[in-house]
């Protein structure tokens, strides 16, 4: 029977012992003789390097001390001139500010009277616009009040021109005694025409304001009416012509004169158009269309501006 596998390798190291150390190369050992000098203290020009550096080694470190000492100084002399400059800055800051707040107040005050100033003048102002109307409506009132007073004057004038002359008064004896019972034929009724007469007048003058002062035949024959044409805007003088044309009544024609005095009517020059300030001529089929525009521009209401 073969023996296993592990007992004979046992036997083959056996038969080959390990080889001993003794062969191996040893490293040989360095010995240095005691008391001998060194390399640098045997050459005189490495000892004068060395002397050389140590002298530049303690030049470069005074050098640093004084750089050290002269960066700590310098930082602290600009340290002071920046705290310096900041407390100045400061100061500078606070001065302005306290202008400001001193400018401010006497804005804020100067702002008060200014709106005190601007309600005064506000309640001025409409007193002023009150005073102004006030005086636009006295000023209308006075015009209106003017124009009544020359209309009234016109018809006053109109009515004493149209009153006959009254007799002058006679000696008793020469008048002759009337008996009691006895009544002139057609006096009471000449009397009442007239009278009738006269009522139509009124009423055509206060429907139309149109007063006829007088009828009197011109050079030529035609017939000449002295009128007054009265309104809230004044009264106008003109003489108004008719032709007399026997054969046709349409083909009359009217002739238009007006009798303005600058002083006088002053005013009614400012209203009146310009044809109403010279003379014209149409026929009787536009008298109508005359008057009314006659009366139109006595009547309406007139807004002088200022």
């Known amino acids: 029977m073969p023996p296993p596998p592990a007992l004979r390798a046992a036997g083959r190291r056996a ?3 390990p080889r001993s150390s003794s062969n191996q190369r ?5 010995h240095r003789r005691a008391g001998s000098a060194s390399d640098t203290e045997r050459d005189p020009v490495l000892r004068r390097k060395l002397g050389d550096m140590t002298k530049k080694f303690e030049a470069l470190t005074v050098k640093y001390e004084t750089l050290k000492e002269v960066a700590s100084s310098g930082k602290e002399s600009n340290f002071d001139q920046l705290k310096r400059k900041t407390d100045q800055a400061a100061k500078d800051q606070d001065a302005v500010i306290k202008a400001l707040k001193q ?3 006497e804005l804020q005050s100067q702002s008060g ?7 005064d003048m506000a309640k001025v102002e409409k007193e002023n616009a009150r005073l102004v109307a006030e005086n636009k409506s006295l000023s209308t009132s006075l015009a209106s009040t003017q124009n009544e007073n020359r209309t009234l004057s016109s018809k006053l004038q109109a009515a ?3 009153v006959p002359p009254e007799n002058k008064n006679v000696p008793g004896s020469a008048v002759k005694q009337r008996s009691v019972g006895v009544v002139l034929p057609g ?5 009442k025409e007239a009278q009738i007469q006269k009522l139509k007048e009124d009423l055509y003058t206060d429907l139309t304001g149109l007063i006829v002062r007088g009828v009197k035949k011109g050079g030529e024959g ?4 002295d009128c007054l044409q009265t309104g809230r805007n004044g009264t106008l003088h003109f003489h108004l012509s ?8 349409d083909d009359a024609e009217f002739a238009y004169n007006p009798l303005l005095d600058e002083n006088r009517d002053k005013e009614l020059l400012d209203i009146l158009p310009d044809y109403l300030t010279e003379e014209i001529a149409f026929p009787r089929c536009q008298a109508a269309k005359f008057y009314a525009k006659v009366v139109d521009c006595m009547t309406k209401k007139i807004v002088m501006e200022d």
């Open 15 to 17: 038969q080959h012992p």
């Open 26 to 30: 040893q490293p040989a050992a360095v």
């Open 103 to 105: 400018q401010i107040s």
């Open 113 to 119: 009277d200014l709106a005190s100033l601007k309600r």
């Open 160 to 162: 004493r021109s149209s």
């Open 187 to 191: 006096t009471a009724e000449a009397a």
């Open 222 to 225: 035609e017939d000449v009416y």
């Open 242 to 249: 008719v032709a007399a044309d026997g054969d046709n009544y």
